[in-house]
């Protein structure tokens, strides 16, 4: 079941769901809005490598915000820590937003219970777009859980802002036969 807005800012009263900065006017009927944090991140990297911790530059956007270029990914995150110990979340972008072309989120969806930090978002645009700090950007919708909650303890644990993948962190090769079939 999905909570509505007015269940969402009922729990955030309890302390049940945590949205940092938490504003009324941002409930939707079955989600609330978030905005984009003045940080991305870019990999420098011609070829990403899980095994490899990637490299990046650091865009950290004024109030005049930043063009993002096509063909390139981005990493940004949302300005609020948000999660619930008693919910799992999924995010989406606006409609507002991803009419304009952007993507802010198109493989990684879900946030387990547990998990309550700032998300890091996946960004890409099919066209020259400027994108400002604090402009919502997509929704973060609650689910009840059936079953024990079970609290979140991954990589990503106690994030502060946007995260790079930490795929590496991990032996991506443990328990498997790796076969080498090109460079
Ligand atoms: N676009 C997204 C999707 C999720 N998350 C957050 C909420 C998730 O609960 C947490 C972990 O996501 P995954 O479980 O998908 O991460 P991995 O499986 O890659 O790593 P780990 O198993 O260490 O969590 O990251 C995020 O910041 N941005």
């Not at 509505?4 to 609330?32: H, K, L, M, W």
């Not at 946030?111 to 604090?134: C, D, K, N």
């Amino acid at each position: 079941m999905i909570l509505t807005g007015q269940e969402i800012e009922q729990q955030v009263a309890q302390g049940r769901v945590v949205i940092d900065g938490f504003d009324p006017a941002r409930i939707e009927p079955n989600s609330y809005g978030f905005r984009l944090a003045d940080t991305l991140l870019r990999y420098d990297d011609g070829v990403l490598d899980p095994a490899v911790p990637p490299r990046y530059e650091r865009l950290v956007m004024d109030d005049g915000g930043l063009v993002l270029e096509p063909h390139r990914f981005y990493l940004g995150s949302t300005l609020e820590a948000m999660g619930s110990e008693h919910h799992a979340a999924t995010l989406y972008a606006c409609r507002s937003v991803a009419t304009l072309g952007m993507w802010i989120q198109f493989s990684a969806p879900l946030g387990h219970s547990g998990a309550i930090f700032p998300w890091t978002l996946e960004i890409t645009v099919a066209q020259r777009l400027r994108v400002y700090p604090g402009m919502v950007v997509g929704k973060i919708a609650f689910w009840a859980l059936q079953g024990q909650p079970h609290r979140y303890a991954g990589k990503y644990t106690g994030s502060r802002s946007v995260v790079p993948s930490r795929l590496a962190q991990e032996s991506v090769h443990a328990g498997r036969e790796l076969v080498v079939t090109g460079r």
